[in-house]
């Protein structure tokens, strides 16, 4: 009987055993407590430096400056190379007032002579056209560069504001021409005053853009040289 008692015992001991060593492995596999999780700081730099990058990726404003100043050399050439020169062929060989630097009203008088009615028109369709767009082409470029190379101060707004005047005095310019042409020359010194008032201001706004320009390059220039050092 003590015999068959631990014989019975016996199996039902290593079930027991058994669990006892399932019970381990199952402990054993179980993952080991994990710690809070540690965000990586960001510093300042960095984002700066991201914001940097990004903004490269998707786009330089630049891209919209070079794009206005190639739209305003272009009217520029189609405006005082193309047609203007063209007219003079509808006008005896005489030069658009557009095209001198000052007249007087004898001299808007004899090329209102020589000028017909549909020259008269072909003119006054110019003016409405390009010698609109021109200058107003030439204030969206002045304006992009100067925000796009100063910083906020006294330099953008200047340069917006020599924009704008070039615009108001460009386009007074060509209804006082008008003007003066259908009066057979009266009113031509305002007329020839306006006109010169707007190729000194192209001029200074075209040197001024150029400037600005090179002092945004120089200053590229040498920031990249201090990254190259850092």
């Known amino acids: 009987m003590s015999q068959k008692k631990k014989q019975k015992k016996g199996p039902v001991g290593h079930p027991a055993r058994a669990g006892s060593q399932r019970q381990t492995t199952g402990q054993d596999k179980r993952p080991a407590d994990v710690g809070p999780v540690r965000h990586p700081g960001v510093s300042v730099h ?7 990058a990004s903004g490269q990726q ?11 100043i190639g739209a305003t050399l272009f009217m520029f050439f189609y405006l005082h190379i193309m047609v203007l020169p063209q007219m003079s062929a509808l006008s005896g060989g005489l030069p658009m007032p557009d095209h001198r630097f000052t007249y007087d009203a ?15 028109g072909q003119l006054n369709w110019v003016h409405k056209t390009a010698g609109v767009i021109f200058p107003l082409f030439v204030f969206l470029c002045v304006s992009a ?4 190379c100063l910083p906020r101060g006294w330099g953008r707004w200047l ?6 005047v070039f615009a108001v005095v460009d386009i007074a310019e060509n209804m006082l021409i008008e003007s003066a042409l259908d009066a057979g020359g009266a ?15 192209l001029v200074a706004i075209a040197l001024w853009v150029v400037l600005m320009l090179l002092g945004k390059a120089r200053r590229s220039v040498t920031e990249r040289k201090a990254q190259i050092i850092q």
């Open 46 to 52: 960095q984002v700066r430096q991201d914001l940097r």
């Open 58 to 68: 998707q786009g330089s404003p630049g891209m919209l400056v070079i794009a206005l």
């Open 106 to 120: 004898a001299e808007l008088a004899q090329l209102d002579g020589a000028m017909n009615e549909a020259a008269h």
């Open 145 to 148: 560069v100067a925000a796009w």
């Open 159 to 164: 340069s917006y504001t020599a924009g704008a």
């Open 187 to 201: 009113g031509a010194g305002l007329a020839s005053v306006f006109t010169s008032a707007r190729w000194v201001l």
